[in-house]
Structures are given as C-alpha cells and as structure tokens.
C-alpha cells in the first residue's frame, strides 16, 4: 500500500526558505506522477508542483513557479520541495500526492495523499 509522509513545515518570515520532504513508501514509483498541492484556509486546493518519475520534467503553479523547485531522491523514495521567497500569501497545509501516470493539475486525479503539514508565513 502506497504511503506518503510529509516533512519540514513551520513557521518562517517573507522572503526566507523552507525544504519539504514527502517521504514515499510501499511499491517502487516508477511510472507515478509525483505532486505537492496547497490548501489555504477558505480556498480551494491548488497545484504547486509535479514531477514524473521516471523522467526530468517539472512543472509549476504560476504563482510559485522561479521561487519554488520540485525534485526527488530515488534512492530515497523521497521527493522535495524547496521554497525560496516565501511570501505570506504561500501560507497554507501543503500535501504531498501520487499517481499512476502522467502528472495532472487537477488534485481529483491523484490517488494517494499524505497528511499535509503546515507552512506559515509571517509578513
């Protein structure tokens, strides 16, 4: 069974940086699309980012896209996401997903979620 754990949320001031961790566990992830979505109070979950496995590509939300990078630690089962110029309104529970396939922006097409962790950003 495929299990997501997500780490390293807290609490930083604008402008500062944060690393999160999905650490993936229960099958190889080979031919999974990899995702982090955000959930704001009152809003609706957004895309942040996602990669494929099994290839090079990324692709970002417009908003975080040339401040934030996904990438992964095959040997780790472990994807990232590093958060530069954090901004208050990046404040959310960030989650980390999975899914068979080609990567989507669409968070109703991902099968597997982690419990999220919190990011709060101070003004």
């Known amino acids: 069974q495929v299990q997501l754990a997500e780490s390293g949320g807290g609490l930083v001031r604008a402008g500062g940086s944060l690393r999160l961790s999905c650490a993936a566990s229960?099958?190889?992830?080979?031919?999974?699309?990899m995702a982090w979505f955000r959930r704001a109070p009152g809003k609706e979950r957004e895309f942040v980012a996602s990669l494929y496995w099994s290839s090079t590509g990324t692709y970002y939300g417009d908003s975080v896209k040339g401040r934030f990078t996904i990438s992964r630690e095959s040997a780790k089962n472990t994807v990232y996401l590093q958060m530069n110029s954090l901004k208050p309104e990046d404040t959310a529970v960030y989650y980390c997903?999975?899914?068979?396939?080609?990567?989507?922006?669409?968070?109703?097409?991902?099968?597997?979620w982690g419990q999220g962790t919190q990011v709060t950003v101070s003004s």
């Open positions: 229960g099958r190889t992830f080979s031919g999974y699309a």
């Open positions: 997903a999975a899914r068979t396939g080609w990567y989507s922006r669409n968070y109703q097409m991902y099968d597997y």
